[in-house]
């Protein structure tokens, strides 16, 4: 029930300033002192007066009582009632109010025992039933949703729980709302704060997911892998035809080995320089051709360069 509000507060003192007023001017003007009763009818009267005139909040409405029978509604504002014949039952807050619930140890569709904390948002919009239809509607409402959410994590499967959230605030929504429906209790929303599960699930479910990442990292390390060799197939294919290609790339690997590390001495098997062609006598053949080849260009492209042109001929005058 709300606080006495000032203005019941003056009303009040008004009436019984105004009798105590009245009992002691009787009582100096005849001495006699039995008119202090005007005073205790003052303070009555004031009481019932202060009484009969009640204040409601903009979201509230009051639930008025005649003799225990329902007579109606007030409020918002300023209304009246008889003293001692009406009488304010419930005052029924018409904003969205919230609620927490949760369910402890409650185990799902694949056997899991979890702990999830909830937060429901309502409110009243039939004010009747809400007084009327129900004894606490408050603790109904707590109730009637932490039993939902009982029947819904024992309908579904832990991995659906920790994915599909907003399905199931959808699902608890739809069944709190039909249980509250008849107390004139309209269910907004609901929100799954927390869902939480053993921590040697926990555990195992990290190592899982760590198992997953490191197969997810060596296929496509084996992935890699296969592009390089089939970009080293396709290498070794330009190589077969052509040895001296394959004798001055071996060259050149050689050479940014000794570049790289200075003068330190490069040790390469036998058998590399085999297939390379960089030890035997076919690998010196070739890259003797080689240079035999680059020198007749230069030769050539010499000899070009110094020919001096043919003299213009000389035409015979007549």
Known sequence: MPERTPLQILIFTIIFLFGVWIAYSLVTATGNLSFLWVAVVAFAIALLVAGTLMIADQWEKAVILRLGEFRGLRGPGPFFIIPLVDRVAYWIDHRVITTTFKAEKTLTRDTVPVDVEAVLFWKVVNTEKAALAVEDYRSAISWASQTALREVIGKSFLADMLEGREKLDKELQVIIDLRTEQWGVKI???????ILIPMELQDAMSMQAQAERERQARIILGDSE?????????AARSYVNNPTALHLRAMNMLFEGLKTRGAMMVVVPASILDSMSLGDTTGLVALARTMEEKKERM???GESREAPPPPPEKKQEY
């Not at 907004?188 to 927390?194: C, G, L, P, W």
């Not at 296969?226 to 396709?234: C, I, L, P, R, S």
Request: cysteine-free.
């Open 299 to 301: 030769a050539e492209m």
């Open 188 to 194: 907004s929303s609901v929100e799954i704060r927390d």
């Open 226 to 234: 296969k592009q390089v060799a089939a970009k080293f197939e396709e």
